[in-house]
Structures are given as C-alpha cells and as structure tokens.
C-alpha cells in the first residue's frame, strides 16, 4: 500500500515540514495497518517541529488520527479490517494517509462519532478529562479560569466544565473568540489583549480568585494566573503556546496564597489499559450525550500542513481544526 507521509530532518519553522511517498508493507506482531481519513493538528506539533521538544530527528510529525483498519498482524485482538479507529500517540508521523501503528494505541470508534470528529477531538477531549476530572478534580459551583477560551481545548474545557456545574471565566483575543467561547457556554469572558485578566477575574469572584486556572499558553500567561488564582488554588499549566514557563522560584507560590502548580503531561494520565479504556469512555460518553459538541474550525489538506501550523501559531485559527489525507493507491 502506498501513502503519502510527513518528515522534519530539523526543527524549525513551518518550512522545514517535507513530504515523501512510502510503500507500507504487512504490519507485524501487535501491529495494525490504518488508511487515514483525518489527521487533527494540535499545539504539541509545533513543539516538535520546532524544538520545544526535542525528538529524534529525521521524523514523523503529528499524533491524532482516524481511519479504517485495511490489516492487522498476529497477536491482534479486539480489531479487524474495516473497524474504524482513532489514536492520540504517543507515536508520532500522523500527518500520513496511511500508516502502521501498535494496536495498543488505537481506540474503536462508536458508531456515532464521525471520523473527523474523533480526529478533532480524541486529543484535546482526552486531555480535558484528565486536567478537570483527575488532575484539577473540579467540583460543581467552582469559578474557573481558562486562557485562551476559543481554542481547541479551551472550547472543549469550556463545555466540560459548565456540564459538569463550573463557573467558567474564560479569556479570549478577538470579537469572533468571544463570540465562540460564549456560545460553547463561558459566564464570564475577558480579552486579554485589553482588558486587566487578574483584576477582571478579582472582581468577578468577590477578591477571592479562582481556585482552579487552566493555563495553556505558558510564560506569557504565568503572572495572571498566579494574580488570578486563589489563596491554595491550582494553577494547571498545560500547554506553551506563549512560551514555556522557566526561571520559577517556589517562593512566588507562596507569596500568591500558598499555591499549588502542576505540570501535566497527557500520557501519564493514559498510561495504563485500563486508565486509556476509562478515559476514552468518559469523553465519548461527554460527545454522544451533547454535553460537549466539537467544533472543526478550519480543514486543509494534508500536504498543507505547514499553512496549517503557521495558522495555529498564529492565533488565526478556531475550535479544532483538521488536515485531511488523499490516499494513494
């Protein structure tokens, strides 16, 4: 089977993005063939592309996908041709039309979730949950501030938290943000390129601030949150679309009310079978019952990737957004 795959020999820029066409063979022990019918684009592709992660380089990019299954090799159970599937990694070279990949990372898709949706959404949904149910363990009645509201997880977050009885304060740059996160359920919305965030969410919270804030862009979001997050408050830090947080002293945790801050990674909250299979149920359950809807803000196709990132980074994009394969024959 011949497909079309992404590589970086660098890191760098949107530029250093190339493309290769590769014959795939029979996939072996433990291993399944995959024709890909959406690739989702999330942050964590700019991060090893450009080298806030490093990796081992040349490589694949991208970790989100769906498709069908064309084979499955021996000691394969659970999966056959024709089951559709989506995966979140952590293997990378998604940005593919079709690839080999360990059955162990793969999740069956219900039949009512759409193949775009579950390439949209496995990731960042995945992700939500852990942050809000395992690590912030959010609570109903809680006022929360998520940064950058409008985004791929920031819209997702936003859903998540109003179903499950949050406060949601959310920031967001533009009209058409505001507009989005308002209408994925946000209370309270604040443009940060205005507007005082940590006085705004101050106010709203009668001084007292927020015991959780959810913070996805990193160093340029890093003194708001502690200014807007409550005395013993958490601050999730999970993401560096403004750069990643460096130079912390524990002492400003301190001075801030006696702080918390954690740093999670996806993986170490999907680490096990049965942490994947429970988490990956939770977020489907949250799709079918419409407590939480997946926008796909932009499509592009697959070999327009570097067009995509350079979207992503820089702010031009909405919701999720998808890259979307041709398969060869």
Same mark, same amino acid.
């Given at each position: ?42 942050? #964590? ?67 009512? #979730? ?74 309270? #919305? ?34 708001? +949150? ?35 801050? +954690? ?67």
């Amino acid at each position: 089977m011949k497909a079309i795959e992404a590589f970086i020999e660098s890191q760098g820029g949107p530029e250093v993005i190339d493309w290769r066409e590769v014959t795939l063979g029979d996939p072996g022990p433990g291993q399944v063939l995959v024709r890909q019918t959406a690739v989702g684009l999330n942050y #964590i592709d700019t991060y090893h592309r450009d080298g806030t992660y490093p990796v081992e380089l040349p490589g694949g990019l991208g970790v989100e996908a769906a498709g069908e299954v064309v084979a499955v090799g021996a000691d394969v159970h659970g999966l056959k041709p024709g089951d559709r599937v989506a995966t979140f990694g952590p293997q990378r070279n998604a940005y593919a039309s079709a690839r080999i990949v360990p059955a162990a990372s793969l999740f069956k898709l219900p039949a009512s #979730i759409d193949d775009d949706t579950a390439a949209a959404a496995l990731l960042k949904a995945c992700t939500v949950e852990a942050l809000v149910e395992r690590c912030a363990k959010v609570e109903a009645g809680w006022p929360v501030l998520v940064h950058a509201a409008a985004g791929g997880v920031g819209l997702i977050l936003v859903q998540w938290l109003k179903a499950i009885g949050a406060t949601v304060i959310g920031t967001v740059s533009t009209e058409a943000k505001e507009h989005a996160a308002r209408e994925a359920g946000a209370d309270h #919305i604040i443009r940060y390129k205005s507007d005082d965030v940590a006085a705004h969410v101050r106010e709203i919270t009668d001084g007292q601030g927020v015991p959780v804030t959810f913070d996805g862009i990193g160093m340029a979001t890093w003194t708001t +949150s502690l200014k807007a997050t409550a005395r013993r408050g958490l601050i999730v830090s999970y993401g560096n679309a403004g750069g990643p947080v460096t130079g912390v002293h524990l002492g400003i945790l301190a001075q801030h009310g006696s702080q918390f801050v +954690s740093r999670p990674t996806l993986f170490d909250y999907y680490l096990h079978a049965g942490e994947r299979a429970a988490g990956a149920a939770r977020v489907f359950e949250m799709i079918e019952s419409g407590a939480v809807k997946i926008t796909v803000g932009q499509r592009y196709s697959l070999q327009d990737a570097a067009r995509a990132h350079a979207d992503l980074e820089a702010g031009r994009t909405t919701g999720s957004s998808l890259l979307i394969p041709e398969n060869l024959s």
